[in-house]
């Protein structure tokens, strides 16, 4: 599973490297090898977008074929 990170806070403007425009408010997932991405994130610029667990069916299907 990607992590997807996001501006810490709503309305934050991040340029993305290579002129893409700012960050996306939902995510997108850091590229640790440039320096760039790994500072923002290790500086709190950039935080994990949390997601919710799917989720499970109580009947215990998986929805599968059979």
């Known amino acids: ?3 997807l990170y996001k501006p810490r806070d709503a309305g934050l403007r991040i340029p993305m490297p ?3 425009g700012d960050w996306p ?3 997108h997932p850091v590229n ?3 320096p760039y991405e790994a ?3 290790r500086d709190g610029d950039l935080v994990k977008v ?3 667990p799917a ?3 109580p009947a215990g299907e998986t929805g599968g074929s059979k």
Request: aromatic fraction near 4%; avoid cysteine; charge should be positive.
């Open 32 to 34: 640790f090898a440039s």
């Open 55 to 57: 989720p499970k069916n």
């Open 18 to 20: 290579g002129r893409q």
């Open 39 to 41: 500072r923002l994130v």
């Open 25 to 27: 408010a939902d995510g």
């Open 50 to 52: 949390k997601t919710k």
């Open 1 to 3: 599973m990607t992590v």
